[in-house]
Nanobody, 122 residues
């Protein structure tokens, strides 16, 4: 399995932006699809976005389409989540996860980071 470490979370006002990073260990990072998930207090963890191994394919949950962008730099073993026009309802712990399976099946992700807190104030 690959080890993942998230960073970039913080406190931001509504309408602001943050960029999350997910740094991975290992030499075969392009073999892994990577996804971002989030969990708000009192709610179940939910899918946010995912990207295929070479970054050709991406997928987003509807509430973040047009505001969030997932990308990756395999030379740096890093996946990014650029979050713009943030809303208070985006407040959550954000996790990145990886899978050798397809990016489009959210049940496939089996390596998880520890998470990073994102708080959006109104």
């Amino acid at each position: 399995q690959v080890q993942l470490v998230e960073s970039g979370g913080g406190l931001v006002q509504a309408g602001g932006s943050l960029r999350l990073s997910c740094a991975a260990s290992g030499r075969t990072f392009s073999s892994y699809a990577v996804g971002w998930f989030r969990q708000a207090p009192g709610k179940e963890r939910e899918f946010v976005a995912s990207i295929s191994g070479f970054g050709v394919w991406t997928r987003y949950t509807d509430p973040v389409k047009g505001r969030f962008t997932i990308s990756r730099d395999n030379a740096k073993n890093t996946v990014y989540l650029q979050m713009n026009s943030l809303k208070p309802e985006d407040t959550a712990v954000y996790y990145c996860a990886a899978t050798r399976g397809t990016y489009s099946n959210t049940q496939n992700f089996d390596s998880w980071g520890q998470g990073t807190q994102v708080t959006v104030s109104s």
